[in-house]
């Protein structure tokens, strides 16, 4: 029995299902949009940030000069494959227009660029490099701007962006049916889309699933036994508490419903390198929409791709650091985007990096991270420069203790020095601003058990009371005190330090054997 019919049906309550529904509803379509919870998805987990360019207005306002084919140039060579040529220049040409969009349905943009280079800016800046634009390599394809646009709100801005759109999907009479769970897509006998089978979740129960679905989403993002407690209890009543519902689609059905970060199975088969990280989504990213997709016909491509993010900023001192390997070799430029250093990582260095870096930049993190970061950003920066930090007065110390091989680490810190010397490129193509001599790498912890060898003494627990004094004291005890490394000028006094932590990003922990 059919209990709700509509033009379009939309399957997935965040940005996209949000988008698709205004736009069908203002081209005259009776529009349905059916969420499993109250609506969000990702984009209730994610910063709020738009990637746009080609002369948006914030662009203009900020002085930046940028085209659609600039943004082209960069784009083609930073996503390679994983769109067509077609796709990915439509994308650019459009781009500007997609942001006023966005305005024009409430969403606030702000044109205030940030100065330096990092994962998320703080709240005096909405404008930044959110991508790898600046990094060596891109910026020889096309001037580097600004493109990452945050909607303007404190703190993380995903908030603002989604009840922005929900609220305008409202005014455009977009009808929600939430606490609803899509389970298959239906078909005529000509294979035409039809509607949906879907549970409804009903009576007293549906007060209990959406506060513990809302719950399991943060903070059971950041405490995933948490997380998976709560989604047990979800599910429960998923079970026990819902009626079955039918949709017809007169005109058809959108599919918006995620990723599938959260099907284990489907990361075993199709992504199993990154199933040791955090997972960054929902419940709701189980890979239903594809399958159901998948079932009526729907090609799949490229689910082996998934975006791990290890960012290193901020803050921005940090890139100042060289990110080598178990063998001591380079992983990547430096300021590259969090997602290229995480790819990296995972796919060609068996998950594992240390990001080395010396007194001053160690120094220089210290003395910006406040004003750089926001405070879920401050965690990790102090994490990094307190308990995940590992000491040595000698590369061979840093090397013995990490398990990284030290001739290779002396060879790639020697080729980085001599270069920065002679003013050369770097051996990586990171830009002039960003190299220094002597920088070293943070350990990211390896996808697995601990490094051995690694005893409770080597990890610095807190750092000095006196904080000013210690600063003092350590620059004072640097001068004069120099030790050549294979023709390099290196300083010494707790000269290379090894922080520790996840490749993907969410879960720090100290390393102890």
């Not at 009808?175 to 409804?200: F, I, K, S, W």
């Not at 290229?340 to 160690?362: F, P």
């Not at 003013?423 to 912890?445: C, I, N, Q, T, Y």
């Not at 627990?461 to 390099?488: F, K, Y």
């Amino acid at each position: 029995m059919d209990n709700d019919v509509a033009d379009v049906v939309v399957v997935g309550f965040g940005a996209a299902g949000a988008c698709a529904a205004i736009e069908a509803a203002n081209a005259g379509a009776d529009v349905l949009l059916i969420d499993r919870f109250s609506g969000g998805g990702a984009t209730a987990l994610s910063g709020g940030v738009i990637y746009a360019g080609g002369g948006t207005n914030q662009q203009r306002t900020a002085g930046v000069d940028d085209t659609p084919d600039a943004m082209y140039a960069y784009l083609e060579r930073e996503v390679g494959d994983v769109v067509s040529p077609e796709t990915l220049r439509a994308f650019c040409k459009d781009s500007a227009d997609s942001l006023t969009w966005l305005e024009q349905q409430g969403v606030p943009f702000d044109a205030t660029p940030c100065p330096y280079k990092t994962s998320y800016p703080n709240n005096e800046f909405y404008l930044y490099y959110s991508g790898s634009e600046a990094s060596g390599g891109f910026r020889d394809v096309a001037p580097p701007v600004p493109r990452g646009h945050r909607a303007h709100g404190r703190g993380t801005s995903e908030k603002v962006l989604f009840s922005a759109l929900a609220e305008a999907a409202r005014r455009a009479g977009v009808r929600v049916l939430p606490q609803t769970r899509v389970r298959r897509l239906l078909t005529d006998d000509d294979g035409r889309v039809t509607g949906v089978e879907a549970d409804t979740v009903r009576g007293p129960a549906r007060r209990a699933h959406r506060r513990l679905a809302k719950l399991a989403v943060k903070p059971g993002l950041y405490v995933p036994g948490l997380r998976k407690q709560l989604q047990r209890q979800v599910d429960g009543i998923e079970r026990t508490s819902t009626e079955s519902t039918t949709i017809t689609a007169r005109s058809g059905v959108v599919i918006a419903a995620g990723g599938f970060v959260a099907n284990r199975q489907m990361m075993r088969e199709h992504a199993p390198r990154y199933r040791g990280g955090l997972a960054l989504g929902t419940a709701g990213d189980d890979g239903s929409g594809i399958t159901m997709g998948h079932d009526v016909g729907g090609d799949v491509a490229h689910l082996d791709r998934v975006s791990a993010w290890r960012f290193i900023t901020p803050p921005s001192a940090f890139l100042g650091g060289l990110i080598v390997d178990a063998q001591g070799a380079r992983v990547i430029d430096e300021s590259r985007y969090g997602a290229a250093i995480g790819d990296a990582l995972i796919t060609r260095h068996n998950g594992s990096g240390w990001l080395l870096v010396d007194d001053d930049v160690i120094a220089a993190a210290r003395r910006t991270v406040r004003g750089e970061a926001q405070w879920f950003q401050l965690l990790q920066a102090w994490y990094l420069l307190s308990r995940g930090r590992v000491r040595d007065r000698t590369l061979a110390g840093v090397a013995a203790r990490a398990g990284v091989d030290p001739t290779g680490l002396a060879a790639t810190v020697a080729a980085h020095n001599a270069a920065a010397e002679a003013g050369e490129p770097d051996p990586m193509g990171k830009p002039a601003e960003f190299v220094r001599l002597a920088s070293a790498v943070l350990a990211h912890r390896r996808l697995g058990a601990a490094q051995p060898g690694l005893s409770v003494s080597d990890v610095d627990p807190r750092r000095p009371r006196r904080r000013r004094g210690h600063r003092r004291g350590a620059a004072a005890g640097r001068r004069g005190r120099r030790r050549s490394l294979r023709g390099g000028q290196v300083r010494c006094g707790n000269l290379f330090s090894l922080l520790r932590q996840r490749v993907v990003a969410g879960r720090l922990r100290v390393l102890r054997a």
